[in-house]
């Protein structure tokens, strides 16, 4: 079967720097997305990644290893507007999105 | 400003009475998509459309419907409600052209049944 895997929660403070991972195992790999959520909103894109390595926008960067089907999402000077779930998410051979359910992230004063 | 479009925002309805949800976009993309997405979960596709070519997911319930009357519009129509399906649907478009191919989101309908 496919499966993405992610922390169900993490907390973080607010000006420090939090890195979500993301484990996947799916049929084939064409791409893999990260989308923000705030509660009772619907996701937004943050990041894609289909190369190995890292892409950087602002204060989000995305890392992928195709090879141990693994990736994160490094979030740096952390702002209360940051709390939200992040949800990754595998485009497989049949170019379909499988989703994880999410990390909820929660920044402290 | 380009943008996909859900109405109603919050929806009520009765356990078995049917109801619909609509989504519209200005994005002119040709897939579009329905999530249902429940609490801490996983947004769960259940059908998509590739231009008119309609896909049903296999666990789709009979229960849910889909019309796509043209590019801009997209309709889920839920025959008899259960209280299971009292969530978030969200619909979603994509361009098959586009760089990333990415899903731009609606803000959502949150159906409650009663």
């Known amino acids: 079967g496919q499966n993405i895997d992610q922390p169900t929660e993490m907390t973080a403070t607010e000006g420090a720097i939090v890195q979500i991972n993301c484990t996947y195992q799916?049929?084939?790999?064409?791409?893999l997305f990260w989308y923000q959520q705030h509660a009772g909103e619907a996701p937004t894109f943050l990041s894609y990644?289909?190369l190995d390595g890292l892409e950087e926008k602002g204060r989000f960067s995305s890392f992928l290893s195709r090879s141990k089907g693994y990736s994160y999402l490094l979030l740096k000077e952390l702002q209360m507007k940051d709390s939200a779930s992040y949800l990754c998410?595998?485009?497989?051979?049949?170019?379909?999105?499988?989703w994880g359910a999410g990390t909820k992230l929660i920044i402290k004063p | 400003d380009a943008m996909v479009i859900q109405n109603p925002r919050y929806q009520v309805t009765q356990f078995g009475k049917p109801v619909t949800l609509s989504c519209s976009q200005t994005?002119?993309?040709?897939?579009m998509y329905w999530y249902q997405q429940k609490s801490s979960q996983a947004p769960k596709l259940l059908f998509h459309?590739?231009?008119?070519?309609?896909?049903n997911e296999a666990d789709t319930p009979d229960n849910f419907q889909s019309r796509r009357p043209n590019t801009s519009f997209c309709f889920l129509d839920i025959r008899s409600p259960g209280l299971g399906d009292a969530a978030m649907y969200l619909c979603?478009?994509?361009?098959?052209?586009?760089?990333?191919?990415?899903?731009?989101f609606g803000p959502g309908t949150r159906l409650t049944v009663l």
């Open positions: 994005l002119n993309h040709n897939v």
């Open positions: 459309y590739y231009d008119k070519d309609f896909n």
């Open positions: 990644n289909v």
């Open positions: 799916t049929s084939g790999f064409n791409g």
């Open positions: 998410a595998v485009r497989d051979s049949n170019y379909q999105l499988i």
């Open positions: 979603a478009t994509s361009a098959s052209t586009g760089a990333y191919n990415e899903q731009f």
